[in-house]
């Protein structure tokens, strides 16, 4: 069984920064792309950062050139870099993966995977 734990979250002042951590656990076959996504009260979830297996990487304009995505191949582990923070952040961040695990010789299972989230608050 894989799963993902986050780490990094917290309360910064605007202006601040934070770095989250999400590392993959488990029999893990390969991890395709991976991504933060987040969630503030009343709002649907949306896409913060994406980073494929060969570290392409993808931002939406209200994040971009103050958020960095990386990602550790080595420790199946992606990592979100957030400067410059604004109270607009303040969300519920959540870790996605695409992830491939072998259950026999000759089958791999391949499905999306979330963490259970990490609480990013941002005080003006």
């Known amino acids: 069984q894989v799963q993902l734990v986050e780490s990094g979250g917290g309360l910064v002042q605007a202006g601040g920064s934070l770095k989250l951590s999400c590392a993959a656990s488990?029999?893990?076959?390969?991890?395709?792309?991976m991504g933060w996504y987040r969630q503030a009260p009343g709002k649907q979830r949306e896409l913060v950062a994406a980073?494929?297996?060969?570290?392409?990487?993808n931002y939406p304009a209200t994040v971009k050139g103050r958020f960095t995505i990386s990602r550790d191949n080595a420790k199946n582990t992606v990592y979100l870099q957030m400067n410059s923070l604004k109270g607009d952040d303040t969300a519920v961040y959540f870790c996605?993966?695409?992830?491939?695990?072998?259950?026999?010789?000759?089958?791999?299972?391949?499905?999306?995977?979330w963490g259970q989230g990490t609480q990013v608050t941002v005080s003006s």
């Open positions: 980073i494929t297996s060969a570290g392409s990487t």
């Open positions: 488990g029999s893990i076959f390969s991890i395709n792309n």
């Open positions: 996605n993966a695409r992830v491939a695990e072998r259950l026999s010789d000759a089958t791999v299972y391949e499905y999306d995977l």
